[in-house]
């Protein structure tokens, strides 16, 4: 099974900040990444999918990078809206796997 | 509007099973492949099995392969998910999740079930 490790696994910063999240995969998969936003009680939200790709509906201030093994996520001005717990997941080859989260807190 | 509606949830005891159950609206249910994704307590998400849209193709977690049985009912706009011989760890809040055109990014996802496994 491929692992998936964000880093850092909590984030705290202020309104405004810029904030980089890091997934890596313990092999290649292309660029077969997806970021979701998840807040408590609520349905996970697709973000990014491809590594890059912005889905539709979702802030511009999200981007995605990377490929291969070593991905990124960040949102440029983080807004009150974004405080939440953000995961990776790679679908390249079954079984689907998410990194364990990255909860990003109010500093 | 997509929506995706589960049901089923509840308290059961070790060993025991359920039918969870997920109901689609908005849009074509019969050409996407459909997923069960789950969350327990304190925990991050896990992916738990997935289906085609013909259900040529069934996939599941290791570590509910044998116990739970993935299926769905393309007449019906619904998809199941049988869970048998549950364990203390099988407690979570399950979410069904419509796959991203065939890809494997999940772009829509239900409010999910609550299944609590405790004597």
């Known amino acids: 099974d491929i692992q998936m490790t964000q880093s850092p696994s909590t984030l705290s910063a202020s309104v405004g900040d810029r904030v980089t999240i890091t997934c890596r995969a313990s092999?290649?998969?292309?660029?077969?990444l997806a970021w979701y936003q998840h807040k408590p009680g609520t349905a996970p939200n697709l973000l990014i999918y491809?590594?890059?790709s912005l889905q539709s509906g979702v802030p511009s201030r999200f981007s995605g990078g990377g490929s291969a093994t070593e991905f990124t996520l960040t949102i440029s001005s983080l807004q009150p809206d974004d405080f939440a717990t953000y995961y990776c997941q790679q679908y390249n080859s079954y079984p689907w796997t998410f990194g364990q989260g990255t909860k990003v807190e109010i500093k | 509007e997509v929506q995706l509606v589960e049901s089923g949830g509840g308290l059961v005891k070790p060993g025991g099973s359920l039918r969870l159950s997920c109901v689609a609206s908005?849009?074509?249910?019969?050409?996407?492949?459909m997923n069960w994704v789950r969350q327990a307590p304190g925990k991050g998400l896990e992916w738990v099995s997935s289906i085609s849209s013909g259900s040529s193709y069934i996939y599941y977690a290791d570590s509910v392969k044998g116990r739970f049985t993935i299926s769905r009912d393309n007449a019906k706009n619904s998809l199941y998910l049988q869970v048998n011989i549950l364990r203390a760890e099988d407690t979570a809040v399950y979410y069904c999740?419509?796959?991203?055109?065939?890809?494997?990014?999940?772009?829509?996802w239900g409010q999910g079930t609550l299944v609590t496994v405790s004597p």
């Open positions: 491809r590594a890059s």
């Open positions: 908005g849009f074509t249910f019969r050409t996407f492949t």
């Open positions: 092999q290649s998969i292309d660029s077969w």
């Open positions: 999740a419509r796959d991203f055109g065939g890809s494997g990014a999940l772009d829509y």
